[in-house]
Nanobody, 122 residues
Framework: QVQLVESGGGLVQPGGSLRLSCAASGDTSSIHSMGWFRQSPGEDRDLILGIMLINGATYVANSVQGRFTISKDNAKNMLFLQMNSLISEDTAVYYC???????????????WGRGTQVIVSS
């Protein structure tokens, strides 16, 4: 089993930046990729960024391309999400996830954090 804990959410003004972190623990040797999902009220949970742990290959959804960046620290079992140029549509609960090798596929992810709320509002 793998446990994931997100941190760093909060309230930010439009145009601002925020950095989310995710700490992984447990049987981390069993996972090959990690990712970030988000879910707005009444919407599906969407994969926005994924990263392959062994080589750093990434998937970036069109909705966040050029504004959000995913990064990792394998030694510390940490995942990060840097969000810039935030807009109101980015308001959502953000979830960290971990799974197999198909880091670009939403179905790839087996383990989930509990989520952290991001609100973009003036």
């Amino acid at each position: 089993q793998v446990q994931l804990v997100e941190s760093g959410g909060g309230l930010v003004q439009p145009g601002g930046s925020l950095r989310l972190s995710c700490a992984a623990s447990g049987d981390t040797s069993s996972i090959h990729s990690m990712g970030w999902f988000r879910q707005s009220p009444g919407e599906d949970r969407d994969l926005i960024l994924g990263i392959m742990l062994i080589n750093g290959a990434t998937y970036v959804a069109n909705s966040v391309q050029g504004r959000f960046t995913i990064s990792k620290d394998n030694a510390k079992n940490m995942l990060f999400l840097q969000m810039n140029s935030l807009i109101s549509e980015d308001t959502a609960v953000y979830y960290c996830a971990a799974g197999g090798r198909q880091f670009y596929s939403p179905d790839n992810y087996d383990y989930w954090g509990r989520g952290t709320q991001v609100i973009v509002s003036s």
